[in-house]
């Protein structure tokens, strides 16, 4: 027999008795409203199929979601063992993948990991056991069972999830026509948004570009044998983008500068790279002038453009070749705007048409170089906290860096960017529970009227994404 | 009919109750203390004028504070709709502008300006209606009619606010009489202080450099065609100044490195300035030439020196064009003391008459860097949180950041390097009020007694500056 | 008559009631526990000696700890009136600098030396009159006279503090005996280590590195002429240390990289190195040759590393020329760990047996690069808040920053760094206050249940450094 474990209805909400009365408030405003997700990482399939199951709880919690699986890894397990990159992974090897997880729960004390799950089991499972090594097995047989179930098709967790607007992450080629039938249909309950993604056709130096570039011109229907070619078909791919309801271009590089070449150096760069012999340094000067381009496009089209630089990409070349990419060997790269920006900011920054949305890991930019550029030029927003810092204590941190120079009016609204679709709602969850509390502080400190916060936590929800990402 | 709104006697106090009464105790010890303002912008003229007036809230509240223009235009405001150097500011268009500040006023939401204006409103004017979009118009024409009222002459509001000593910043060759006829005068009811700023005459690139260099010499008795005589100059003007009254030198440039150069480098170097033939690198090397003598004639003379290096000074060049310097297009630029001041705190940071305080915007180098050195070098004080960092959360971090290494006694006091008068007794109170917060979490966490609290706060806004600042 | 000062029972618990009561409870499971203490410098002759007694109270509070000398000397206090580096200082120069630190107390305010010395006092003397300027002669005088009682020997205090294991940091070529002594010694209530920490030789430019290099080669029975001899010998004298009880190598470098040379390079550089003729450039690319050396030997013997490289050593020369090395004049420098680690991580990072303990004095690398990097990595641990970080304020913050990425279980456990014996037990119990109190945090954010907390806090304390440091 097990003890019922129950989250707690105040969880992450500030525990001083009088600010905490004041955050209940604030999120009883909000708690209920649709989920705004404008940029993640859920297959579109997932949405298309009017009958989705996942197949057992291994591939929907863990395979797929590096945040949990570099945690065990850091414990010393093998990603192998937890079903990445594994072709036949039998049924009693993902319950047993289950299992190490159980077993290793005690290293994710503390992490937004095992709040969401916690979260999710509880409240789009209603399994009350609490998760650990006794009862790890218990709840993935418990799990597999409510799989099948129909009430746990993708379609009927959207609509349970109350989503209201969400966003993939695709392919350039893509002929997006699985989110033209899935929006087609009245009984998909939200609206299904493409995004547009170019980040590999940027980077001369990715295997296969010059291919990958010829396949470009072949959908974009331009020869991209020139530069002048390939731009073009850049042009039509975001504009067919926008056409299937796209509302952004998401971007990330090693930095965010924009370099222009001479139009000579340009031609000839770009029949360097198509000839494979770019050099490192030129494909860099290269990928910036080709992100300028972009962020002169979007002028013109009026898509958004999100930003996360400054990463090391598969910093493990042993894990990299074992299990490929995202796999979790990601790690942040110090991060600098202020220098960088300043042609994109100088030239374009005053356009209140154009939407720029800079996401950052490195905290440390907050309050030295985001807030304050957010706080002068009108197309800069500031990202929230993203992937390594969306835990409950680098949000608090990054309202507390921003909003005294930017506000709240600069802000992005919250992303999940995620693929792990069981923790969408805990996620948002997380994020208006914490700008309740936020909020609340400021009331507390008498800086802003009760009444001031709602409209503030109410807007960050619901207003702000829909100016910021032009819904 | 609107209602009446009325700030918290509590309001920045910490909400918890058991800090909150602390506190409130450490707080009423300090709250009506007199006001030592060690820098600040306020032009002299309305010190001068035995019954200087402003002509209206717009140009009071809005068009000199960079802090309230860039949050509009961050909105999308055109600077020009505020008033911003434009000659012929209509009294229509100034009310207007007042009423588009009204409309923008949640943009200020969780900021220090929208704390300041709510504060003078109601202790400086009596205004105890809330701004905001309905209310501007109607706050616009009641505060019109009070600054035409004999109570709220700038004299008169120095008298109110209780300021003890105020200093401003002045051209380096301002004979200084209008400070000297206000010291004089027995009505001013205050210590009216100049400062040294040189910054211009230490940029070799400054426009117009050889012709201004010319006339400090004409100013200072001194031929400046060569190095010696534009160094002598500078020296009489520093101590021209000190005798009218200036505790202080206040210098920002990219950094602060005081590199020198050989007789012959910086003779032929300071030739090819006055020719206006010198290199931007080789400019930059005679600026630390040039500040390093700063800092040794500081060893003669004896004054103070403030540094607040580290901008990106006019980052937007369409602003500098339309509007000029100081309209809210400074960005603050990356940090760093440690390796730059070596050579001028090994020379001269173990001497105790020598003060040197350090301001940053780059709040990444109060633990690691200031802290510190300022907890080794009896020179070094670290200067309080400033500019874009001037708010709430950050002046809280900045304690907490600080003072485990330098403690209490290393830190200048606050500084509101301001030339919105009436925000002056609003942010001298927000500081000692978030002073009071702070000592209240070490009294609460047992750190201290209630009694050192008390006396750490009192000397953090009289006796600290008064020693720093050799008042 | 003095008034009786009682520290209070909750210092530095959370003054919130709701978390102090979770706080209180989660302290008590710890505050009893022994005293594990894997780094520290005390002198391994107090401990060997059966009656050893400190001669006075100045030489066991100020003299031999920079922590407290540099605060006096950011005073304007003068070290040698401390008695740093003094050879003749008299009872009367000794009881004087006692006098001078009640003097000066008031700069200790909100600093954890204020905290450590008042709670040393209560707790290890019983005094409980309040240390300051008219008390600091009175509890001199008393100390002197409690110093020469049996019950303040060295070994009683270890008893007396409950510590279980200490490490001292030690000459590479020591013979270790008074180690095997005491250890030895059944009345010794500890178990004591030693540690191998080669820093001066894996650093060419050290003065008279060569006459040091050929004692090495002595000492361990190998010619050190070349290269592979002077590996050899460092091999063996690692292997010498772990028989004789170390666990763990330690070092401290300008940076961790790992870069290895040529073989022909590496004779070259190092027969240069022999010679005295070795440029600073090159003897800093054979250091990283020489600390991959020791990496690689560390997969071989097991020994733990630890590293706590980014500290501009000696930063004032004419402090060092007067008073020598280790006397406060140390600064922190800008820390790099996720570019520099890359090759060794990258090589040996995912042996689980292999052990990398990375401290750190810049805090912005926590959540940026190190719980990033643990958070992926088997062998990376997060060293504890250290040297100029080891405050309440910065302990939080570490917390904070990293447990959202890395969990409790890739955390070093505390590190007390001292040679101040009796500040030992204070800043054990500093730590222990303060992981309560942050982890009561999570538990009053119903992120973790109470006894999920009891248990983290227990195992931060014993289970934790006896895995991380394999005792």
């Known amino acids: 027999m097990t003890t019922k474990y129950d989250l707690n209805p105040d969880r992450l909400l500030p525990p001083d008795p009088v600010e905490r009365d004041i955050a209940r408030d604030l999120y009883a405003a909000v708690k209920d409203l649709p989920i705004i997700s404008p940029h993640g990482h859920v297959p579109v399939e997932w949405f298309h199929d009017k009958d989705y199951h996942f197949s057992d709880p291994t591939s929907l919690f863990i395979t797929p979601d590096h945040y949990v699986t570099r945690v065990m890894h850091s414990q010393g397990v093998a990603l192998k063992d937890l079903g990445v990159n594994?072709?036949?992974?039998?049924?009693?090897?993902?319950?047993?993948?289950?299992?190490?997880?159980?077993?290793?729960?005690?290293?994710?004390?503390?992490?937004?990991?095992?709040?969401?799950?916690?979260?999710?089991?509880?409240?789009?499972?209603?399994?009350?056991?609490?998760?650990?090594?006794?009862?790890?097995?218990?709840?993935?047989?418990?799990?597999?069972?409510?799989?099948?179930?129909?009430?746990?098709?993708?379609?009927?967790?959207?609509?349970?999830?109350?989503?209201?607007?969400?966003?993939?992450?695709?392919?350039?080629?893509?002929?997006?026509?699985?989110?033209?039938?899935?929006?087609?249909?009245?009984?998909?309950?939200?609206?299904?948004?493409?995004?547009?993604?170019?980040?590999?056709?940027?980077?001369?130096?990715?295997?296969?570009?010059?291919?990958?570039?010829?396949?470009?011109?072949?959908?974009?229907?331009?020869?991209?044998?020139?530069?002048?070619?390939?731009?073009?078909?850049?042009?039509?791919?975001?504009?067919?983008?926008?056409?299937?309801?796209?509302?952004?271009?998401?971007?990330?590089?090693?930095?965010?500068?924009?370099?222009?070449?001479?139009?000579?150096?340009?031609?000839?760069?770009?029949?360097?790279?198509?000839?494979?012999?770019?050099?490192?340094?030129?494909?860099?000067?290269?990928?910036?002038?080709?992100?300028?381009?972009?962020?002169?496009?979007?002028?013109?089209?009026?898509?958004?453009?999100?930003?996360?630089?400054?990463?090391?990409?598969?910093?493990?070349?042993?894990?990299?070749?074992?299990?490929g990419k995202d796999t979790g060997g990601d790690v942040p790269a110090k991060a600098e705007f202020t220098v960088d920006l300043k042609p994109l900011l100088n030239k374009y920054g005053n356009n209140p048409d154009f939407h720029f949305v800079a996401f950052t890991m490195d905290e440390t930019v907050y309050a030295r170089e985001l807030a304050p550029l957010a706080g002068f030029y009108p197309s800069l927003y500031i990202g929230a906290p993203w992937w390594f810092i969306d835990a409950p204590e680098p949000i608090l941190r990054y309202y507390a860096e921003v909003v005294p120079n930017a506000g709240f009016t600069k802000l992005s609204g919250f992303i999940d960017d995620t693929r792990a679709l069981c923790s969408i709602p805990a996620r948002h969850d997380t994020n208006r529970r914490l700008t309740a509390r936020y909020v609340a502080g400021l009331v507390a400190d008498h800086r802003l009227t009760l009444e001031e916060g709602r409209q503030i936590v109410v807007d960050s929800v619901v207003a702000q994404p829909t100016k910021v990402f032009k819904l």
Chains 1, 2, 3 share one sequence.
Not at 95 to 113: C, E, H, Q, S, V
Not at 213 to 233: I, Q
Not at 241 to 269: C, I, P, Q, Y
């Open 86 to 323: 594994q072709k036949d992974f039998t049924p009693e090897q993902a319950r047993n993948a289950f299992l190490i997880w159980g077993k290793n729960w005690g290293a994710y004390a503390g992490t937004p990991m095992r709040y969401w799950f916690e979260d999710s089991l509880q409240n789009v499972f209603d399994i009350h056991e609490k998760f650990g090594p006794d009862t790890a097995g218990h709840i993935y047989d418990e799990l597999k069972d409510l799989l099948k179930q129909p009430e746990f098709t993708t379609r009927e967790l959207v609509k349970k999830f109350n989503i209201g607007f969400i966003s993939t992450t695709d392919d350039t080629l893509d002929d997006l026509h699985l989110h033209d039938e899935t929006n087609a249909d009245p009984d998909f309950p939200a609206r299904l948004a493409p995004a547009f993604r170019p980040d590999v056709y940027l980077e001369p130096l990715t295997a296969g570009w010059a291919e990958m570039v010829g396949k470009l011109g072949d959908v974009a229907g331009v020869d991209t044998s020139t530069y002048d070619g390939f731009t073009e078909a850049l042009r039509r791919r975001r504009l067919y983008f926008k056409e299937h309801g796209a509302v952004l271009s998401d971007h990330s590089h090693a930095d965010v500068r924009t370099d222009r070449l001479s139009d000579a150096e340009v031609n000839k760069l770009y029949a360097e790279a198509l000839a494979g012999t770019i050099s490192a340094d030129d494909a860099t000067r290269l990928r910036r002038h080709f992100f300028s381009d972009q962020v002169r496009m979007a002028q013109e089209d009026g898509l958004v453009m999100t930003v996360h630089p400054h990463v090391h990409r598969s910093y493990d070349p042993s894990n990299l070749a074992e299990y």
